[in-house]
C-alpha cells in the first residue's frame, strides 16, 4: 500500500471520524428497523412505513458495510500480521460477511416466514411445559407407588 495511503488510514482523525460514522449509521438504522420493519421478525410495526421506505433502509445498511471497509483495512494496518487481525477482529469480520447475505434475504423477502417461526415456539414452549411436567409428574407417580408398595406390605406383615 502506498505510504500517503497508509498515513491517511493512520490517520487518528480518519480513524475516529471511521468509527463513529458506523456508529451513527448503525443507530439510525436501529431505529428505522424498530420503528417501521419489525413485521419481518414477526412482530407489528410501530409506524408503518413511509414511501421509499425500502430504499432507504437498504441505502443505510449498504453505508454500514461501505464504511466498514475502511474500517477492517484501519484495523489490518494497526495488527502485526493477519492471524492477530483475524483474531483480534473476528466480529468485524463476521458482520461485514453477514451484511450482504441478509440483505439479500431481506431484499428476497424470505424473512417473512417468522410469524411461522411464533407458532414453532408456541409449540417448542407447549413441549417443553409437558416435559417439565413429566419430571415432576413421573417421581410423584412413582411415589405414590412406593407408598402403596410399603403400605400392602405393612398390612401383608400385620396379617401374619
Known amino acids: 500500500m502506498d505510504i500517503k495511503i497508509k498515513e491517511i488510514f493512520l490517520n487518528k482523525k480518519f480513524e475516529k471520524s471511521v468509527e463513529y460514522t458506523i456508529l451513527g449509521l448503525s443507530m439510525v438504522y436501529f431505529v428505522l428497523f424498530i420503528l417501521y420493519d419489525t413485521h ?16 432507504i433502509f437498504d441505502v443505510v445498511l449498504w453505508s454500514i458495510f461501505v464504511v466498514m471497509i475502511p474500517d477492517l483495512i484501519i484495523k489490518y494496518l494497526h495488527a502485526d500480521n493477519w492471524k492477530k487481525f483475524l483474531r483480534k477482529n473476528w466480529i468485524d469480520i463476521a458482520f461485514f460477511i453477514l451484511i450482504p447475505l441478509f440483505a439479500g434475504l431481506r431484499a428476497l423477502k424470505i424473512l417473512q416466514f417468522a410469524s411461522q417461526l411464533k407458532s414453532i415456539k408456541m409449540l417448542k414452549s407447549l413441549l417443553k411445559v409437558i416435559y417439565e411436567g413429566k419430571k415432576v409428574l413421573v417421581p410423584i407417580l412413582l411415589g405414590y407407588r412406593l407408598v402403596k408398595y410399603f403400605r400392602n406390605r405393612r398390612e401383608s406383615v400385620e396379617e401374619k
Open 40 to 55: 419481518s421478525i414477526g412482530f407489528d410495526d410501530i409506524l408503518p412505513k413511509f414511501e421509499n421506505f425500502d430504499f
